[in-house]
């Protein structure tokens, strides 16, 4: 029987929300509370995204890992991510602003160039120069879905001119050797050529691995239809090998992946950490990134049993029991139930085929919208999480790069 065409092709999101019973104005009124009280809620308390003045090209605005009390390239394209799926130009612009006027590394000399330094703090100082590629996926492909939704303007809001500029970068830049705030560098590009897979770090010490939670093959899929035409196979071919990394990185009982791995898919303990073997806090997305994979373009059924098998291990600790950081064999390491995990369990939904799919998607609507000192990572993946589940997490193409 031939698979089902994805959302991309029908233009139609599966609104799980909806399928769980809730009604369409209580749906609506969760985003919109969500958003209120993350991007312009109370500064001290609930408010991740914050104002800081003006310049030459518009507004500036950067979102605050407020624990860490840095600013992050993740959070910044997630930021801008969200923002143009809820249809919030100004917001979007005044976040791009801020990370091209203090992130982004245009000497050539630097290792980092064209990229943007993964972590800096409030007035733009760097804290690490270096990237971390998934600020770089993400921030290119809402930088895509801004060119189509809302059009390009000029100069840094010539959306489609930016993302490819910075796509043909992580693919294509060669190798630098320069100065950093950590002294001496050797960066390469963020895409390995030929194992057709994103790196952890362009640094080239730790280059040859990578990170499930950075793997997008659902942008890829996207870059493929509207990236520069000389890439697409490139990144067509990148998209099918991140399928297959999910299926033989994920422990073949619980559906977990580690933090860090290697390019074939074994786990990667770290030198400086080497709890990155396990499931952690970055290993939380992998399951958002094999579900919108899924649920946009419907290519691999193995996304199907990925999800069944990851919400079958967490069902077995206990819907409202489950820690946060496991063993990949599902040994507990603790951590409490965190609202960004509960998050990332309810998208999976997207992909799973069992019923109790939808009791991870009321788990996530029972969690209220997170306040307080850890508000930034759990937020941002809450906010995402109601914006796929609920189906207003849509891929904005072109009308002829959606088939």
Known sequence: MPIPAGAVATGHYPDLFAEAGYAQADIDARIEAAWRQLFHGDPDQEAIYYDAGSNADGPLAYILDVNSDDVRSEGMSYGMMIAVQLDRKREFDAIWNWAKTH??????????????????????TPIDEMPAPDGEEYFITALYFASARWGDG???????????????????RGSI??????????????????????RFTPDV??????????????????????????????????????????AAAAHPATGLTPDYGNFDATPWAASWRPESADFRYDAWRSAMNWSMDWSWWRVDPRQVELSDRLQAFFERQGLD?????????????????TAGLVAM?????????????????????????????????????????LLHVSGRYRAWLPDEAAR
């Open 103 to 124: 992130t982004w590394h245009a000497d050539p000399a630097h290792p980092a160039h064209g990229y943007f330094a993964w972590s800096v703090k409030r007035d733009g």
């Open 321 to 337: 029991a489950y820690q946060s950081l496991y063993t990949l064999d599902g040994q507990p390491l603790g951590g409490g139930q």
């Open 205 to 246: 010490v730790n280059a040859a691995h990578t990170d499930a939670s950075y793997h997008l093959p659902a942008f890829y899929e996207v870059w493929a239809r509207v990236g520069p035409e000389a890439d697409r196979a490139f990144w067509r071919e990148a998209a099918q090998v991140s399928r297959d990394y999910f």
């Open 345 to 385: 369990n309810a998208v999976a939904s997207l992909a799973a085929g069992h019923p109790r799919r939808l009791d991870f998607v009321r788990a996530l609507w029972e969690r209220p919208v997170p306040a307080g000192q850890y508000r930034y990572y759990d937020g941002v993946l809450q906010l995402m999480a």
């Open 154 to 172: 000029d100069g840094i809001y010539d959306y489609r001119a930016q993302a490819d500029r910075l796509l043909h970068d992580v693919l294509h």
């Open 177 to 198: 050797t320069g100065q950093t705030n950590r002294g001496t560098m050797t960066a390469v590009n963020l895409f390995d050529r030929d194992a057709k897979m994103v």
